[in-house]
């Protein structure tokens, strides 16, 4: 999946089994492979013209080690009157759909950092409450 300029890549949500494999390449910073755990987080600043990002599964292989296989990745663009242009990347099933010895699901958060995109932060000018009072 291919993007263009800066943006944050967090982890939303991991289930996998066997292990999981980010991929970045063509990025100017963080080109690389990322193993993300459950439950930890993952913070990545991309910078690049044009980068890409892929993700792997890991399953056992018939020799007994570990082979990788590619997943297909699922998107979703929105934007946040807060966060700006946000892109959802979600792959494998989400959870209650399938269980199986290799049932994986991975939820990327992508946030554009791109100047002219992201919003400033500046509070509501619209926001007329009174401190202290609901």
């Given at each position: 999946?291919?993007?263009?300029?800066?943006?944050?890549?967090?982890?939303?949500?991991?289930?996998?089994?066997?292990?999981?494999?980010?991929?970045?390449?063509?990025?100017?910073?963080?080109?690389g492979?990322y193993?993300?755990v459950?439950?930890?987080?993952?913070?990545v600043?991309?910078?690049?013209?044009?980068?890409?990002?892929?993700?792997?599964?890991?399953?056992?292989d018939d020799?007994?080690g570990?082979?990788?296989?590619?997943r297909?990745?699922?998107?979703?663009t929105?934007f946040?009157?807060?966060?700006?242009?946000?892109?959802?990347?979600e792959s494998?099933?989400p959870q209650?759909?399938?269980?199986?010895?290799l049932?994986?699901y991975?939820?990327l958060?992508?946030?554009?950092?791109?100047?002219g995109?992201?919003?400033?932060?500046?509070?509501?000018?619209?926001?007329?409450?009174?401190?202290?009072?609901?």
């Amino acid at each position: 999946m291919e993007f263009f300029g800066p943006w944050e890549i967090q982890l939303g949500e991991l289930i996998d089994l066997w292990g999981t494999k980010l991929t970045l390449a063509g990025t100017d910073n963080a080109d690389g492979e990322y193993f993300p755990v459950s439950g930890q987080p993952l913070d990545v600043a991309v910078t690049g013209s044009a980068w890409t990002i892929s993700v792997q599964m890991a399953r056992p292989d018939d020799d007994g080690g570990q082979a990788w296989d590619p997943r297909e990745l699922r998107r979703s663009t929105r934007f946040d009157r807060m966060t700006g242009l946000v892109v959802d990347i979600e792959s494998g099933l989400p959870q209650g759909d399938v269980v199986g010895p290799l049932y994986f699901y991975m939820h990327l958060v992508c946030v554009c950092r791109a100047p002219g995109v992201a919003p400033d932060p500046v509070p509501n000018p619209y926001d007329f409450t009174l401190p202290g009072r609901t």
